[in-house]
């Protein structure tokens, strides 16, 4: 049985910084694709974020490079989403979810839509206020 559990949310002032876990049973971390998404108020569907690929490259939407990152734990196997600067417009259910599946012309790319991946956690509140 496959489960996600993410930890860590809170609120904070804008231009601070919040670290989230994501603990998994049941799939390895570093043989599948570890994504973060998260859904705004009012939006229908959650939004990718970043993910961290098997071999432990990382994709990022442009909305949170340079400060956002994303790490794995192996021997906990656990994925570790670090988020610094935030925005109030960073405000949102924020859920870790894991597939096995690639994509990309060489098979090394995560999905960068929510419906792709096939295991999820609960998901986690972020607030950020101005």
């Known amino acids: 049985q496959v489960r996600l559990v993410e930890s860590g949310g809170g609120s904070v002032q804008a231009g601070g910084s919040l670290r989230l876990t994501c603990t998994i049973s049941?799939?390895?971390?570093?043989?599948?694709?570890m994504g973060w998404f998260r859904q705004a108020p009012g939006k229908e569907r959650a939004e990718f974020a970043i993910?961290?690929?098997?071999?432990?490259?990382?994709e990022y939407d442009d909305s949170v490079k340079d400060r956002f990152t994303v790490s794995r734990d192996n021997a906990e196997n656990a994925v570790y989403l670090q988020m610094n600067n935030l925005k109030p417009e960073d405000t949102a259910i924020y859920s870790c979810?894991?597939?096995?599946?690639?994509?990309?012309?060489?098979?090394?790319?995560?999905?960068?839509?929510?419906?792709?991946?096939?295991?999820w956690g609960q998901g986690t509140q972020v607030t950020v206020s101005s």
């Open positions: 049941g799939v390895r971390v570093d043989n599948a694709c």
């Open positions: 993910a961290m690929i098997g071999n432990g490259g990382t």
């Open positions: 979810a894991a597939d096995s599946r690639r994509t990309g012309s060489d098979g090394t790319s995560c999905y960068r839509r929510d419906f792709m991946y096939s295991y």
